[in-house]
């Protein structure tokens, strides 16, 4: 503020004070405070700095920011010219006299110069330069709304209790690169835990506790890992490249040193920065070593590498006191001249917040645009009577299923667009709809007092922003709860509104954007439409893995097919309207539209008009054995799964078809899964999609098979093999020539060679679409008829299995056999392994060498001291491993069962401490149904498979149960398992794995199991009448171990 602004504020203030009333006006009414504080009295009895402070920044409206420690002693000292206790005060204005007019107002424009000025002293000396950190000139706000790149390091200690925090954050500052240091995170713990929308994460944690790093990125900036390393006891580092443009990259690494870490720590960390310091790089971290006093080692090591430290102020203070600190956070870039940093407090730890501002424009994303019908003016009477007003039965008339298809669009069409036509939207992606502006006026009014105390160094300040701070904090958790429990109150009965609400507490990232940069050969492109048409040349060329990998068409041919007796002819059924309607009336309105924009919310609305003139165009079909081109076409959305962002291999297709395809799809499906079920079609050992088969049913099968063989004490190998694409790679005339084979009449196999040709596919994001591909090879993803013939096209494999066991599900196979002697046992694995790879290749199907695996099953006998290999047809060993996941249960070679409790265990802990985490956010309803639905299917999957496991483990699962029932209960850690279990009513583990298991039993005696089950269930006949004869009674297999005994 100006001298000569000064003067003219006070003049026109004395002004208006004389103008305003004749009334007497005392320079003690006008400057000292109310008689609350201590500077009332005339005396100043208290001459302390704080009520000095308070008085200036209250009554006179100045900010406390001094950085001279006695500039209010001094502002004291000439304040005492106003009083003279053994005077009256001087007056403001007088009708009879002006120099107290005068005095008054010289006296004060001298107050005012002197507390404009900052820095007087009572006996002014030579200046000498305040311990105390001067704020920089980068404030909270200029971060907030800057124009560029904006970096931000936070060191958090521990970031999942803190998530809520941390999340506002990141709304508030929204920075584009923000770096975590200290995240204490594990292994086990989920990027979807985790995750901010609108952020890419990338983590190196620590393999033991503490430590750990983490950078989460902006989705607009195309970034990838460069390196990730963690040395125990020595760091924890991270490197992302950045793309700004298309010839321009940025270095960013993340990085943690424990204190106590060794020196060779930091040569080990240069060696690693030092090939990527090429190009423009900037280091975010905490390093534990105080850059106020740079150790010449470390200072040596900087200036070896060009780098520069721009945090110039402590980041670190003592508990209860500003007076002194450390600077152990740091930024460190090679090109200083281009950043702007700053240090702001924080609310998360003990560490200030460090940020800078890198100089340029940023890399902003642009609005997505969605194009959605309308439903602002729609009316669903008048679009009904409309739909009834157009004559569907012109179809019959028409002989082309393609014409009719054509008439039936159109005129659907033509009234939809009327009612309800498509319009653009913008997408508001506000990722924390809790942020309410009041916090963040409590966050910069938290800021406002952070700088007063940093400025003044007084308790007095830091009190006042501790009470801020954690006013802040109560108030963010408190918002977040309020807004959510409102959220699940509304939900009542409508669950697709439930799940979207927890979905959005979990900030699951599902977004389908494209990115704004793909990697093409050694080239990056930025153009929306060169990235949808290579997307789409890469998922449709997915299937040619075999053709890429195998050149040279070797034992091409298909194998042979089972020897049966020749099954009746199948032809389609005619489809009656009644299946049609009920097909339609089960559509789920919220799925998408397919490339004929006819909504499923739209059809099903309109059920049972559209019914009948559906069905007509559905066996005009199977007369013609054609189908319309519409109903072949697919739309593919890819959605990012993780990894680098340029690389399209890190994106998974997502294929949209016609609603009505699905439809149509589903009334074949029946009518062939009926004709193969009837026939014993499929192979017994085929459980892949099959009504009363299930991954339960195999498992227990394989199970049983390994666990007669250790009773018996003899060797069991398996080879699990694994295809690569294999529903993609399926080749059409093979697919044909089996259903040919299997009594499929001319009629259908033309209707099925017409499914598979002229398929197309087009890539479609953010309103763009990409131009149509052929698809030649693979069953259509997303299909209802593509699971099905896919079992149809594998299912003679099982007739190359030779002397060992087999068991297919959908692409997953399992190989195994035993024996007394472990030679003869891998030698007749290994025949079998090279005829199921030779049923394989004349599939055009390829091994997937790296994640075929192989285990032997040695519970009752010694390891051997070395296996023979298992080899592949290339000449590739098999990996032996000890623990694999089959079919969703991991399987040991001892049958504990110890790592899938494990994992079962550390699955249930994640989940229930994000419910424990945002416990204030559900209310008891909500609780209940998530326990019940989210936490009670993890433990009851394949119970009866791990039943047989130790006491000791399946108390640990029972450990985890407790704590989701505590979670509902809201009941202490010190309450009975029995009166958990009357709070909730429900049942023990133990009881919920016998009722399961008693549930099998039963299936099995009604034969709604596969009959490789249902053999192993004999009743039991009694040899006389008896009282308990009518009961039902099984036969109990000899065993010659407890082990199996249990099983």
Not at 221 to 249: A, D, G, T, W, Y
Not at 1027 to 1035: A, E, K, M
């Amino acid at each position: 503020m100006s001298c000569p602004f000064l003067f003219w504020l006070v003049f026109i203030g004395l002004f208006h004070c004389r103008a305003s009333s004749p009334a007497h006006y005392t320079l003690s009414n006008l400057l000292v405070p109310p008689p609350t504080h201590a500077m009332t009295s005339p005396g100043f009895n208290d001459v302390s700095r704080d009520n000095i402070s308070l008085f200036i920044t209250q009554y006179l409206g100045l900010p406390p920011l001094y950085s001279h420690p006695t500039i209010h002693l001094s502002v004291h000292y000439t304040l005492m010219l106003f009083y003279r206790p053994q005077k009256p005060p001087f007056t403001l204005c007088s009708r009879r006299s002006r120099r107290p007019i005068l005095i008054a107002f010289s006296r004060t424009l001298i107050l005012l110069l002197l507390c404009s000025s900052g820095d007087v002293e009572v006996n002014p000396g030579p200046a000498v330069p305040s311990s105390t950190p001067i704020p920089q000139a980068l404030s909270f706000d200029d971060f907030c709304n800057r124009n560029s790149l904006g970096f931000m390091h936070v060191n958090i200690r521990s970031l999942l209790p803190k998530f809520v925090l941390f999340t506002a954050l990141a709304h508030s500052a929204n920075p584009d690169v923000l770096a975590v240091s200290e995240s204490w995170l594990r292994k086990t713990t989920k990027n979807s835990d985790i995750l901010i929308p609108n952020y890419n994460i990338f983590r190196q944690d620590r393999t033991a506790k503490g430590g750990g790093v983490a950078i989460y990125c902006k989705d607009s900036l195309q970034s990838s890992v460069l390196l990730s390393r963690s040395v125990p006891k020595q760091f924890e580092l991270l490197l992302l490249k950045i793309h700004l443009s298309k010839n321009k990259s940025l270095t960013v690494a993340a990085c943690y040193r424990p204190p106590s870490a060794p020196s060779c720590a930091l040569d080990t960390i240069c060696e690693l920065i030092a090939p990527h310091l090429s190009s423009e790089f900037v280091l975010l971290g905490d390093l534990n070593w105080n850059m106020l006093n740079t150790p010449a080692i470390l200072q040596s090591k900087l200036d070896a590498l060009n780098l520069t430290q721009i945090i110039n102020e402590p980041t670190r203070y003592l508990p209860k006191t500003l007076n002194t600190g450390t600077l152990i956070d740091i930024i460190l870039t090679n090109f200083p001249s281009k950043y702007t940093s700053a240090v702001f407090n924080q609310d998360l730890s003990d560490h200030c917040l460090i940020a800078c501002i890198r100089n340029g424009s940023a890399v902003k994303r642009p609005p997505l645009i969605t194009v959605n019908r309308s439903l602002k003016h729609f009316c669903e009477q008048a679009f009904l009577i409309d739909l009834a007003g157009v004559s569907w039965k012109d179809i019959d008339l028409i002989p082309s299923v393609e014409d009719a298809w054509i008439f039936f669009l159109n005129a659907f069409l033509t009234i939809l667009n009327k009612h309800a036509p498509f319009k653009k939207f913008r997408t508001r992606n506000r990722y924390s709809p809790w942020f309410s502006p009041d916090l963040t006026a409590l966050n910069q009014h938290k800021n406002i007092l952070w700088c007063s105390a940093l400025a003044s160094n007084s308790p007095r300040d830091m009190q006042l922003f501790r009470e801020a701070r954690n006013h802040y904090t109560q108030a963010v958790r408190k918002a977040k709860a309020s807004f959510f429990k409102q959220k699940f109150a509304s939900c009542n009965t409508n669950s697709k509104k439930f799940w979207d609400t927890v979905k959005s507490m979990e900030n699951k990232n599902t977004s389908s954007q494209l990115p704004t940069a793909l990697k093409i050969g050694n080239t990056v492109t930025t153009d929306k439409s060169t990235i949808i048409e290579n997307f789409n040349k890469h998922f449709s060329t997915a299937g040619h893995a075999f053709h890429l990998a195998t050149p040279t068409p070797d034992n091409s041919t298909a194998p042979p097919t089972a020897t049966r007796p020749s099954l009746p002819h199948f032809s389609f059924s005619q489809i009656h309207s009644a299946d049609v309607l009920k097909e339609l009336q089960n559509l789920d309105p919220y799925k998408s539209a397919g490339l004929d924009n006819l909504d499923p919310f739209f059809l099903k609305l309109s059920a049972e008009i559209v019914a009948t003139p559906i069905t007509s165009l559905f066996n005009l079909s199977f007369v013609s054995s054609e189908i319309p081109k519409d109903w072949k076409a697919a739309a593919v959305i890819p959605l990012f799964k993780g990894g680098d962002t340029l690389d399209p291999n890190c994106y998974r297709p997502i294929s949209i078809l016609p609603c009505l395809s699905k439809v149509f799809e589903s009334q074949v499906n029946k009518q062939i899964t009926d004709h193969f079920e009837s026939h014993h079609t499929f192979s017994a050992m085929q459980s892949g999609f099959r009504a009363g088969h299930g991954c339960t049913s195999a498992t227990l099968k394989v199970l049983n098979d390994i666990l007669t063989a250790i009773d018996k004490k003899h060797y069991c190998a398996a080879v699990f093999i694994d295809l690569a694409k294999a529903f993609d790679s399926v080749n059409h005339h093979i697919l044909i020539g089996r259903l040919d084979s299997l009594g499929f009449s001319n009629d259908c196999l033309a209707g099925f060679t017409n499914y598979f040709s002229d398929r197309v596919q087009c890539v479609k994001s953010e309103g763009l679409l990409s131009g149509p591909l052929a698809v030649s090879m693979g069953v259509p993803q997303g299909s209802i008829l593509g699971p099905t013939l896919f079992s149809v096209y594998i299912n003679e494999v099982a007739l190359a299995a030779g002397e060992s066991l087999i068991h297919l599900y959908a692409d997953d196979t399992i190989l195994y056999t035993s024996g007394p002697s472990l030679d003869t046992v891998l030698t007749t694995l290994q025949a079998s392994f090279n005829a199921i790879q030779l049923s394989f290749r004349g599939l055009q199907l390829l091994l997937n060498t790296s994640k075929t695996k192989c285990m032997l099953f040695n519970r009752s006998l010694p390891a051997p001291t070395r296996l023979s290999n298992i080899t592949t047809l290339d000449g590739s060993d098999l990996e032996y491993v000890d623990n694999y996941k089959y079919l969703g249960v991991w399987l040991d070679c001892k049958l504990s069962f110890q790592t899938h409790i494990k994992h079962l265990q550390s699955k249930v802990k994640s989940r229930i401490g994000f419910l424990f985490r945002n416990k204030a956010s559900f209310t008891h309803a909500a609780k209940h149904t998530l326990v019940k639905l989210t936490i009670l299917p993890i433990l009851d999957f394949g119970d009866v498979i791990y039943k047989i496991a130790s006491n000791t483990l399946l108390n640990k699962l029972d450990a985890v149960y407790h704590s989701a029932i505590r979670f509902i209960t809201k009941a202490p850690y010190t309450t009975h398992h029995c009166d958990l279990y009357a709070l909730v009513g429900w049942p023990s583990l133990h009881t919920r794995r016998q009722t399961h298991w008693l549930h099998v039993i039963y299936k099995t005696l009604l034969g709604k199991v596969p009959p490789y089950l249902s053999s192993l269930v004999t009743i039991a006949s009694p040899t006389c009448s008896t009282r308990s004869s009518r009961y039902i009674s099984l036969v109990t297999p000899k065993t010659n171990s407890f082990f199996s005994r249990l099983s």
